[in-house]
């Protein structure tokens, strides 16, 4: 299996972020044609660009004209992976309604509209496919997510749209799932928490091998699933 996507088309949104680059790794260690929609290219990428690794700038993901345009530009998609997103710690308090409208834009919204194109682009080729989100642990423990509600509940509703999506495309040869992980360890969570126990953060390399799977043929049969990354916390 170590080259089962070779040649395969896979969208990798949030590719310029930690978890996202060790994804598109993953996907393109396997050959597979990994597409990358980007608002803007970043100063230090964290991919490395390729003949399979293919950055397209200008795509904000909360406008569906910018979403479909792009997934418009993909050929045979086979899996669309959705790691863009973002965090926010606050009690409710301190969290204005902007703050909430933003957590959901850049997680939720993101995640249908992508959800969405994917869907109707693997339709029109005729293909079977994969969808992979990306929630949280309080997206699955909302209790975890105390102080960070606005957070909490945009991971919460990817988790329903994950689970309601796979039940409505369960006719379609196209699996949807997600994964909900504990905190990465990634440098930007170790900047921010310099006395946390890093080995019981999960490692980047397991989550996107995760992603992987759920991304690929070798997951045959799984849908509707929210698998739990929680490494030792």
Known sequence: MARSMEGRHVVVTGGSGALGG?????????GAICHLPLRRMPEQPAFEVGPNILPIEGIDLSRQEDVD?????????WASVHAAGGFQMAPIVDASLDDFRRMMEINTVTAFAC???AVRRMRADGMEGRIVNV??????????GARATAY????????????????????????????APS??????????????????????????????HLGSPANMASSGAVLPLYGRA
């Open 69 to 77: 345009r792009f997934y418009d530009t993909v050929p045979d998609l």
């Open 152 to 179: 909490t509940a945009s991971k919460a509703a990817i988790v329903a749209l994950t689970v309601a999506l796979a039940e409505e495309l369960k006719d379609d040869r196209i699996l949807v799932n997600a994964v």
């Open 22 to 30: 060790a994804v598109v790794a993953r996907f393109a260690a396997a």
């Open 135 to 144: 929630a949280a642990r309080p997206g699955l423990e909302p209790r975890r």
């Open 183 to 212: 905190t990465l360890d990634t440098p930007s969570n170790s900047a921010q928490m310099p006395n946390a126990d890093t080995s019981k953060w999960v490692p980047l390399k397991a989550a996107a091998e995760a992603i992987f």
């Open 115 to 117: 959800c969405r194109a």
